[in-house]
């Protein structure tokens, strides 16, 4: 059973399209993330949801929308891809948010060609 | 500047040795800091949580310190096994307003040859 699962898991398109990202927890975490790595395997949050409600959102361009219908889903939506939005996107979920570990996804690799 | 640096990118060490692996943090004020543990192509697995009450934590080979005075975490695997080899992440929280955010450092690459 996969705790935290994304689709697809890898994703080649070309710059300016639109493209999401969707991400399920089987866990009954309250807490979702989405995290970026980029090509110098540097980890960075992007967004955070609590039950359904947005409460970190780390500057990251307008283009990218996080939508999470139920606290279990938090999908990512990119519009107008660029090339500098390559990298892996990771999904990830927490019990309650602070102080907790944090379950990962296995990642999408998405590629702006 | 905000900053949380590993020491060196890669550090390869023999089987059975002792492995000890850095992280050190610059204008932030954790409550607690994170080790990961992530292989090529996968998604970081949590390994030990330690709060910055706590001095040192340790499970089965692992063991990690805290020193919010020094702003450091140290992370020991002894009796290493070519089975460790990985890439182990440091992550704190932002404290303050900020706590449940996990910032990453960039890892360090670890090796273990027989």
């Known amino acids: 059973d996969t705790a935290v699962s994304q689709t697809p898991k890898y994703l080649v398109t070309q710059m300016g399209n639109d493209k999401s990202i969707k991400c399920e927890q089987n866990l009954g975490h309250d807490t979702m993330y989405w995290y970026k790595q980029d090509s110098k395997k540097f980890l960075k949050i992007m967004f955070s949801?609590?039950?359904?409600?947005?409460?970190i959102n780390e500057t990251v361009p307008n283009r990218f929308s996080p939508k999470s219908p139920d606290k279990a889903h938090l999908n990512l939506h990119i519009n107008s891809l660029e090339l500098g939005d390559s990298a892996v996107y990771f999904c990830?979920?927490?019990?309650?948010?602070?102080?907790?570990?944090?379950?990962f996804g296995p990642g999408t690799r998405l590629t702006v060609l | 500047s905000q900053k949380i640096e590993q020491n060196s990118e890669a550090l390869n060490i023999q089987e059975g040795k002792t492995a000890t692996l850095t992280c050190n943090y610059t204008n932030y004020s954790p409550a607690y800091l994170q080790w990961y543990r992530q292989d090529p192509g996968r998604g970081p697995v949590f390994l030990l949580l330690?709060?910055?009450?706590?001095k040192e934590k340790r499970k089965e080979r692992l063991k990690v310190t805290f020193d919010t005075t020094l702003k450091q975490s140290l992370f020991h695997i002894t009796a290493s096994q070519p089975a460790d080899s990985a890439t182990y992440l440091c992550?704190?929280?932002?404290?303050?307003?900020?706590?449940?955010?996990?910032?990453f450092g960039r890892g360090t690459q670890l090796t273990v040859w027989p």
């Open positions: 992550a704190l929280d932002g404290g303050g307003s900020t706590l449940g955010r996990l910032y």
């Open positions: 990830a979920s927490s019990p309650s948010g602070s102080a907790d570990t944090q379950y």
């Open positions: 949801y609590n039950n359904k409600e947005l409460i």
């Open positions: 330690i709060r910055e009450n706590e």
